[in-house]
Every structure is written in C-alpha cells, then in structure tokens.
C-alpha cells in the first residue's frame, strides 16, 4: 500500500515531532521549578518567538535527513496503446464496378496517350479530342472492336464507353477516305 521510503520518512516525522514535543515540555517544567530572579529584568520577547540554538540544531539536522530520504517519484513503465482498428472492407467483399475516366489527344500523326492501362472490369468513359493543328480538314474518326465514332472536326472531342474485359486496340481515321493514321491500345489489368 505505501511504499518503503515513505513509510520510512513517516516515521522520521513522528520520532522528530515526539522529540521536539519532550523537548518543550521538558523545558516547561524546568521554568515552573525555578523562579525568576528578582534583580534581572525578564526579556520583552518570549521563548516561543525566537527558538534557541538547540532548536535550530535540531531542525537543522531534521530537514538534512529529510533532504537525504527524499527520492524521485515512481514512475511505471510507459504502457504501449494500439491503435484501434480501421473500418475496412473485407477483401473478398464486391465493392462495386469501377469506372474510370481518361482523355486521349488525337492528330494526324498519333494519338497522346497512345496506350491506356484500365482494370479489369472497369467501365471505361474514353474522351476523344481532336487536336485543331495538324489534322485533315474533315477531321478524325476512332474505330475498335468496342466502339466506332461519329466524325469529330478539328477542335472537336466525342467520348464512348465501354466495359475493359479485355486488351485491345483502336485505330483514328480520316473520315472520308478512310486513310488509317494512328493506332492506339487499350490495356487491361
């Protein structure tokens, strides 16, 4: 319940308090015996106001054995606490269809990115913009075994949509002659 140095600066205090109280009680009963001499005046401050050199002495030496079984306090051993746990779906749970999004620039010379990469599954929203430099008048259309567009005119976009359950490939072309310009891929992990 205690520990060891406070039961031992307990017990200090009470041989310490029992000690000086034998000792003012003891100097009580010398005064009653002796009476004062007649021809000396008595001191205008009492005993109690100023301690005597004993006293002193004693409190002294009390207050350097106090100083010497003063320890630190105890401190208990730091306590490691673990983060509670994340709310985190299991991994076996189906945590719906993904979709993604991606823009691909067009030209008469390539296609900016030329190849994709998509997950599994995922539905796709592709937008295609067609660059308004360096494409043929009639502009450019996107075929693949997913998707075929419309004619997009320079400066123009169209996007499609798709589920990538597959890699494949997908191919722009001038509209009116079908002159193939620029492949592109499309790949699923």
């Known amino acids: ?24 009680l003891d100097r009580g009963d010398e005064r009653t015996k002796m009476p004062a001499p007649q021809n000396q005046q ?67 010379n390539g296609l900016y990115p030329a190849t994709i990469s998509v997950p599994r599954d995922a539905t796709v929203n592709l937008t295609f913009k067609v660059r308004s430099t360096n494409v043929y008048y009639g502009g450019l259309d996107f075929r693949s075994t997913k998707f075929v567009t419309s004619s997009v005119p320079p400066g123009g976009e ?17 509209p009116a002659s079908g002159v193939k310009k620029a492949d592109g891929t499309i790949t699923v992990q």
């Open 1 to 24: 319940m205690f520990s060891r140095p406070a039961l031992f600066v307990g017990a200090g205090l009470a041989v310490a308090v029992i000690a000086i109280s034998f000792m003012l």
């Open 42 to 108: 008595e001191p205008v401050a009492s005993d109690k106001d100023e301690p005597t050199q004993e006293q002193e002495e004693i409190q002294e030496e009390e207050a350097a054995e106090e100083a010497q079984e003063i320890t630190p306090p105890f401190s208990p051993p730091p306590v490691q606490i673990e983060p509670p746990p994340q709310d985190e779906p299991p991994p076996n749970e189906p945590t719906g269809p993904q979709i993604v999004s991606y823009i691909v620039e067009a030209d008469d």
């Open 158 to 174: 169209t996007t499609v949509t798709f589920t990538a359950d597959a890699t494949f490939t997908y191919t722009s072309y001038w």
